[in-house]
């Protein structure tokens, strides 16, 4: 119970889609992005490694989302998993349903869709139960 291990969110920002830039198409990356722009495309973090994926203000992700870390303050539409932390800031929209395993949603976030929650101990750890009837 207290052995869990999380990645730790990335501390920097390796790469950076400026505001009024346009990606069509979808992007693969690992370690820290920054989204100021907009992608007409999914989002994938490289799997197995922690990934921190940043949505400004400004930003706005047309496709699905895949990241260990997800901080959002601009627009998504389709699906999100954030295996790890999903903070939903003030100016966040989201449209799509949500998997995540520990989630922040600040007040004035706006999300239309449903949120599963991720929940690995229980996929781990199954028990099963005998009855003492026969």
Do not use: W
Request: hydrophobic residues 40%; aromatic residues 2%; contains cysteine.
């Amino acid at each position: 119970m207290f052995n869990k291990k999380h990645s730790k969110p990335q501390n920097r920002i390796d790469t950076l889609i400026g505001t009024g830039t346009v990606i069509d198409g979808n992007i693969s990356f690992s370690g820290g992005m920054r989204i100021d722009g907009q992608v007409n495309g999914d989002v994938i973090a490289a799997p197995g490694k922690p990934s921190t994926l940043v949505l400004s203000e400004q930003g706005c992700v047309h496709g699905e989302v895949n990241v260990t870390h997800l901080v959002v303050n601009g627009v998504i539409s389709g699906a999100v998993t954030a295996s790890e932390y999903l903070e939903l800031h003030v100016k966040a929209r989201v449209t799509g349903d949500v998997h995540y395993k520990l989630l922040e949603i600040q007040a004035g976030a706006v999300l239309d869709g449903r949120l599963n929650h991720i929940n690995l101990a229980d996929h781990e750890k199954v028990v099963v139960l005998k009855t003492g009837i026969n």
